[in-house]
């Protein structure tokens, strides 16, 4: 027994030892697959030496490189590993730049939207690009050299002779499936479960690896074309029992209820202002003073939350007017616009309203133009409608937002006169990355002016930085917001009217640019440091926290100076508005902020905030706000919530739950 063992080991010995040796280009090409994505991971979220991502990353690659053998003249397979080089090479760059921007990983479904990647060039080149992010190149250069080197050496000629490519394919083949149930076997299970629902890119990529999840992300990006085969009854169950519960919340009336009902609303999605800019002046000049007015006079909620995903903008118009959140595959202006929704565009139409959006760039931009028309607008008057006069930022083809605000009073002129009430949507773009075209923009200089001996010396401070830029593209973008509310004044558009004003997501700025910003010292002209007094560490969920975005709620006709400090994400809008305008969706997942002080705000990635904690679901770790005490029953309670929001959710957006349901309940009726 024991002859027969040595003898099986020696076998398998002297087969892998040949197989090693007589593959070289295949294992050159594996193992500086292997080096790219551990420099992504550096580059990324930093884990260098957890050994399970580079063993599942081992494994993809050796069963990619399995289908090799297939060629039969060795020489040939340079074909396979110089198309895949290119195209992991693609992924790495591709989420080196993505993980910049938004702090996460890319994902398959994103080439559905590569259309949209066009328009925004200029902002990727000029604010994302980085030296780091063409570091990989060097991956297919290496291969194709050790592929000319052992041609040269005539390498696969001798390969030819001692060529076993059916014992090599299996070799291959067999490992790979070792590899796969060893890998399997030590997954935890909050890693099964985010494998499965995919939410959480960061840590899967992380955990498991950048090309098992980038498998694993191919496969999820055709669950719209699979959905009805499975998972079907188990989503429906979970929609069912959600929204059961959902009606057991008791609604309270408060004294904003119905207070509005009847009036116009005029809604302005601000591009990327975020409400940190609303707290900064500059040698005196306040950065925002329209908003500032606005917030005042008007009903302010100062800890509001864009819910967004890889749809960015379009994600929080969806958000806006669902009460849903974003799909966690894909988005849902491009991968799910034929589905059925509940909007308030068409809840209003139930209520007499007549429902428009417009927006300066062209309609098919996120794939407006179908969208829009599928959540009920009535009309959308996009880049066709207007004389491109003033172009500022996005590739300087879109209209500036203060031409597009001054041509639009004439269309809403119209409408006002022809339809009461009336529900409209103002899509702003010059506060969008990468805010280079600041010489068109009124003077703001963000510098730090001090007195020294009785002489005022000017401090650079913010002069010439990313956030310099936005700060200024910031002050215009209020600027035209001001000059718009004026506009509709004149016109007496104001009257009978609500304006109603939201950041859409914050601008994704490097977290350098928040340190100088915080962390600036005038007198001796630098940056202090964790050592000195007055330092703010712009942590993690520093960081995280100053990505609030205003939301503002404002008549003319009546004064509120009401500011809301409860947490607040952007399904809630839905069920706040309706309280004021007497509407209400059965399929909302919010609530009414103005009648609750306590409310969980859940994230597309599974982080959530609540008043006294903000939970990083990437590390199952949180930040406690005030010193307070937080239970474990706490964190697990509002776990379990987010999962649950986040899942059922995109069940009912896959699914296409709701016209299910009510296509059901016609049946029933009729």
């Known amino acids: 027994m024991k002859r027969k063992l040595k003898q099986l080991y020696l076998i398998i010995k002297n087969n892998y030892k040949n197989y090693f040796k007589t593959n070289v280009l295949m294992f050159c090409f594996i193992f500086s697959c292997l080096i790219n994505s551990t420099l992504l991971r550096i580059y990324t979220v930093g884990n260098t030496f957890e050994i399970k991502p580079i063993i599942a990353d081992f494994t993809i690659l050796l069963l990619f490189s399995s289908f090799s053998f297939l060629y039969k003249k060795p020489e040939k397979r340079i074909k396979l590993f110089m198309i895949l080089s290119v195209i992991l090479t693609g992924l790495c760059i591709t989420n080196s730049i993505y993980y910049s921007y938004y702090a996460s990983f890319a994902s398959v479904s994103l080439l559905t939207t590569s259309t949209q990647i066009v328009n925004v060039s200029d902002a990727v080149i000029k604010d994302v690009l980085e030296f780091k992010d063409i570091t990989f190149i060097w991956q297919p250069l290496f291969i194709y050299f050790i592929h000319i080197r052992l041609t040269k050496r005539k390498f696969y000629m001798k390969q030819k002779a001692i060529e076993k490519r059916k014992e090599y394919l299996k070799a291959s083949l067999i490992s790979s499936f070792i590899l796969i149930v060893g890998i399997a076997i030590t997954l935890t299970p909050v890693e099964i479960n985010r494998f499965a629902k995919m939410w959480n890119r960061e840590f899967l990529a992380s955990k498991i690896g950048l090309y098992t999840y980038h498998l694993n992300d191919l496969i999820q990006s055709l669950q719209p074309k699979i959905n009805n ?16 519960e959902k009606e057991k919340e008791t609604h309270t009336e408060n004294e904003f209820t119905n207070i509005f009902e009847g009036k116009n609303i005029i809604v302005i999605h601000a591009e990327s202002i975020q409400t940190l800019t609303m707290d900064l002046s500059f040698n005196g000049l306040e950065m925002t003073p329209n908003l500032n007015k606005l917030a005042n006079e008007g009903i302010f909620f100062n800890k509001f939350y864009a819910q967004v995903a890889v749809g960015n903008s379009s994600d929080s118009e969806f958000t806006f007017n669902t009460s849903l959140l974003p799909a966690s595959s894909g988005t849902v202006f491009v991968s799910y616009f034929d589905r059925e929704y509940v909007t308030i565009p068409k809840i209003l139409k139930e209520k007499g309203y007549y429902s428009f959006s417009m927006h300066a760039n062209n309609g098919t931009f996120w794939n407006r133009l179908t969208m829009h028309e599928n959540m009920g607008y009535d009309i959308f008057y996009h880049k066709n409608y207007y004389n491109i006069d003033e172009t500022i930022g996005f590739n300087s083809t879109a209209l500036s937002d203060k031409s597009f605000f001054k041509q639009s009073i004439k269309y809403i002129k119209e409408i006002s006169d022809n339809n009461q009430p009336y ?11 990468p805010f280079d075209d600041t010489e068109l923009f009124d003077e703001y200089p963000v510098d730090y002016k001090i007195e020294n001996n009785g002489e005022i010396i000017s401090r650079p401070y913010l002069e010439g930085t990313s956030m310099g830029k936005y700060f200024r593209s910031v002050h215009y973008a209020d600027q035209a917001i001001g000059q718009f509310i004026n506009d509709l004044d004149q ?10 004003i939201y950041g859409d997501h914050d601008t994704r700025m490097p977290e350098e640019e928040y340190n100088i910003l915080y962390n600036y010292d005038p007198i ?11 330092y703010v560490d712009v942590d993690y969920y520093k960081y995280e ?17 009401k500011t809301v400090n409860t947490p607040m994400g952007m399904i809630d809008v839905l069920p706040t508005l309706g309280n004021m305008f007497n509407f209400q969706s059965e399929y909302a997942m919010g609530h009414d902020i103005l009648s609750t002080t306590s409310n969980t705000v859940v994230f597309t990635n599974g982080n959530y905030l609540t008043n006294e904690v903000y939970y990083n679901n990437q590390k199952s770790e949180f930040y406690v706000f005030d010193n307070q005490t937080i239970s474990d029953d706490y964190i697990e309670k509002n776990n ?6 986040i899942q059922v959710s995109n069940n009912i957006i896959t699914h296409d739950l709701i016209r299910d349901k009510e296509e059901k309940e016609k049946l029933k009726e009729g």
């Open 229 to 244: 085969l499975f998972g079907y009854d188990n989503a429906v169950k979970e929609f069912n029992e959600f929204y059961q």
């Open 423 to 433: 529900y409209g949507t103002m899509i702003m773009l010059s506060n969008h990355t």
């Open 491 to 500: 016109e007496g558009l104001l009257e009978n009217t609500v304006i109603v």
């Open 524 to 534: 001796n002209d630098r940056l202090l440091t964790e050592n000195d007094e007055g």
């Open 545 to 561: 926290m100053d990505k609030a975005v205003p939301f503002i709620i404002w008549s003319k006709d009546q004064t509120f100076n």
């Open 640 to 645: 379990e919530y987010a999962t649950k929001l």
